[in-house]
């Protein structure tokens, strides 16, 4: 190992970097998690998490990455053979789909290119041929990690209640959670997914299930195999700040910590944080005569830009010769994009100048690499920045 002088630029879209404050927080001895301390905390943590899902239901944590959250909203609330109406927004709408095909569920995909977010309409559109309500679920990714895309949640609530279908929504939130606006409850969502490693700020080893009562009653009658994930056991052992097996302890009071801070700041003003940032970072990309993976702005995610390759040298040599020169890690393009896109991610605990640092970085990386682009991206940034704190400060002071 060598030593680098400085911070490493984390700059992948997740996990993201862990502020101090949240390091601090885990910082301690191992406790008893059936004692008064961590329940008191624990308590303070389940109702927390709530305001950032905004939501007055219950949110289930689970000591888990992402994945095992998507396995928990399944097999809570449904049963062998449902038919689940999926919709291809990338990579990570795949691996949702490939997880629910090995529990033994019956999926569709409503096909899409890799450069917009769902449709609401073709979704409606679907649900309205399925006069005999055989469809039991829609599940859609939020903020889908591979492509930069956003879909539009409440338009896809929209677009269901419309046509009359009783299907449930579950929506895959972990790389927007604490960082663009969700509204588990307004978008009348039943099974929200989350992770502790991108928007909230902490390392990898959590994640979550927002639930409705639709959701709940769902799980009553639903019968697909599960013992760890239940959400039974838990719900009746949470209400007195326990959990049914070990939690992960310093996670929590990390969490703790972690939501304690979004509320500091303001979830207003984070949410318009994250737009800035991906506002500044798309006109640095044009500024430097590339082209941005999502195709439709009105899907452009404030969380991370993904930026499609021009000319001979490939995605990942530019990485490589990034992690070389600056210690600054990005996003490599997964499956079907690899080698063809890199991403930038632009969330958690992140800032104006951060983003300078890392836009500077992939500027002076372009360049060393020889890759064909104009000059001045930084710039363009630094404008959108200026004029974005300009404006602000005018609102504040009105
Ligand atoms: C990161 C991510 C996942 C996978 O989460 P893990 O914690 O790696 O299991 C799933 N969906 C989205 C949208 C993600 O960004």
Redesign the pocket.
């Known amino acids: 190992m060598t030593y680098h002088a400085g911070r490493h630029f984390l700059q992948i879209?997740?996990p993201t970097n862990v502020p101090d404050r949240v390091l601090r927080a885990m910082d301690m001895p191992t406790m008893d998690h059936r004692g008064p301390e961590f329940q008191a905390m624990a308590k303070r943590v389940l109702t927390g998490i709530r305001t950032i899902f905004q939501t007055e239901n219950p949110v289930i944590i689970y000591p888990a990455?992402?994945?095992?959250a998507?396995e928990a909203a399944l097999v809570n609330t449904l049963s062998p053979g449902d038919l689940v109406l999926m919709y291809e927004t990338g990579h990570?709408a795949s691996?949702?789909k490939k997880l629910a095909e090995k529990l033994g569920l019956k999926t569709e995909f409503i096909a899409g290119d890799w450069r917009h977010g769902a449709d609401s309409a073709a979704i409606g559109e679907r649900l309205k041929k399925d006069a005999g309500h055989e469809i039991k679920a829609v599940c859609v990714?939020?903020?889908?990690?591979s492509t930069g895309c956003v879909s539009q949640i409440g338009e896809v609530r929209k677009a269901i209640d419309a046509a009359g279908h009783p299907a449930l929504l579950m929506v895959?939130?972990?790389?927007?959670l604490g960082s663009l606006d969700y509204r588990h409850d307004a978008w009348g969502v039943d099974v929200t997914?989350g992770?502790s490693?991108?928007g909230l700020m902490l390392p990898?080893g959590l994640?979550f299930n927002a639930i409705s009562n639709k959701a709940i009653e769902a799980s009553k009658t639903a019968s697909l195999a599960r013992s760890y994930w239940a959400w039974d056991e838990m719900l009746a052992m949470n209400d007195k700040g326990f959990f049914p097996f070990t939690p992960a302890t310093n996670l929590l009071y990390g969490l703790d910590a972690a939501i304690e801070m979004l509320h500091e700041e303001g979830l207003a003003n984070v949410f318009a944080r994250h737009q800035r940032h991906g506002a500044a970072t798309r006109a640095a990309v044009e500024a430097w005569g590339l082209e941005v993976l999502c195709a439709e702005p009105a899907h452009h995610s404030g969380s991370l830009t993904a930026v499609l390759m021009p000319g001979e040298t490939g995605a990942d040599a530019l990485r490589k010769t990034i992690l070389e020169r600056f210690d600054m890690s990005l996003g490599a393009g997964l499956s079907k994009l690899a080698d063809k896109i890199f991403r930038i991610g632009h969330l958690g605990d992140f800032n104006d100048l951060t983003l300078i640092g890392t836009l500077g970085g992939v500027e002076m990386g372009l360049e060393a690499s020889g890759v064909p682009h104009q000059k001045g991206g930084v710039d363009a940034a630094m404008a959108v920045l200026v004029s974005a704190t300009a404006k602000e400060a005018r609102q504040a002071a009105e």
Do not use: A, R, Y
């Open positions: 879209p997740g990455s992402g994945t095992g998507w990570f691996l949702w990714v939020h903020n889908e990690t895959d939130t972990i790389s927007s997914v992770g490693q991108k990898p994640s």
